[in-house]
T-cell receptor, first 114, second 115 residues
Framework: AQSVAQPEDQVNVAEGNPLTVKCTYSVSGNPYLFWYVQYPNRGLQFLLKYITGDNLVKGSYGFEAEFNKSQTSFHLKKPSALVSDSALYFCAAHSGAGSYQLTFGKGTKLSVIP | DTEVTQTPKHLVMGMTNKKSLKCEQHMGHRAMYWYKQKAKKPPELMFVYSYEKLSINESVPSRFSPECPNSSLLNLHLHALQPEDSALYLC??????????????FGPGTRLTVL
């Protein structure tokens, strides 16, 4: 069975400071990892994904994520947080080409304080 | 066109009503999904269609009935729902069910309230 863990329910950061939202995973086979963002009463928007290759993945809105195989982590980062980044962030995983299901973490609420 | 649309945006229904949710995409995706999402929780998979055929039913109660009339359209028919079924219902699509590494594209959701 595969699982995705987001250890923090909430992350608070001051505007302009760097932010990190943590994610660890447990999958059999090669992991395919995704970050989604959800604004209130909206659907999920795709931010970025790791499939293979460079461990540092760049995505939308200035976000990036670092894949670390030894630590089984895929933390989301941004160098300078904006108030508009405040939202609910989900890390998710497929366990390979044969997998149909996206396994989600529980979500982390990011609050950027002006 | 790279979006998934859902109608209606909001729906209020009584426990004896019959209603339907609609999802549409024109990206040529052949896998389409229904999810249920409670507040501040991750989406829960309900149904998956692949090439207009139901592939996955995650033990969803029969009061929810999915339908995929063509490759662009996905419906969710609702009947005799319970108040605990109130949630945000999300539709998503992906190029293929298996064998590709593409992300799922999500619609904006339908906020359902059952009275």
């Amino acid at each position: 069975a595969q699982s995705v863990a987001q250890p923090e329910d909430q992350v608070n950061v001051a505007e302009g400071n760097p932010l990190t939202v943590k994610c660890t995973y447990s999958v059999s086979g090669n992991p395919y990892l995704f970050w989604y963002v959800q604004y209130p009463n909206r659907g999920l928007q795709f931010l970025l994904k790791y499939i293979t290759g460079d461990n540092l993945v760049k995505g939308s809105y200035g976000f990036e994520a670092e894949f670390n195989k030894s630590q089984t982590s895929f933390h989301l980062k941004k160098p300078s947080a904006l108030v508009s980044d405040s939202a609910l962030y989900f890390c998710a995983a497929h366990s390979g080409a044969g997998s149909y299901q996206l396994t989600f973490g529980k979500g982390t609420k990011l609050s950027v304080i002006p | 066109d790279t979006e998934v649309t859902q109608t209606p945006k909001h729906l209020v229904m009584g426990m004896t009503n019959k209603k339907s949710l609609k999802c549409e995409q024109h990206m040529g995706h052949r896998a389409m999904y229904w999810y249920k999402q409670k507040a501040k929780k991750p989406p829960e998979l309900m149904f998956v269609y692949s090439y207009e055929k139901l592939s996955i039913n995650e033990s969803v109660p029969s009061r929810f009935s999915p339908e995929c009339p063509n490759s662009s359209l996905l419906n969710l028919h609702l009947h005799a729902l319970q108040p605990e079924d109130s949630a945000l219902y999300l539709c998503a699509s992906r190029p293929q069910l298996r064998g590709d590494y593409n992300e799922q594209f999500f619609g904006p959701g339908t906020r359902l309230t059952v009275l």
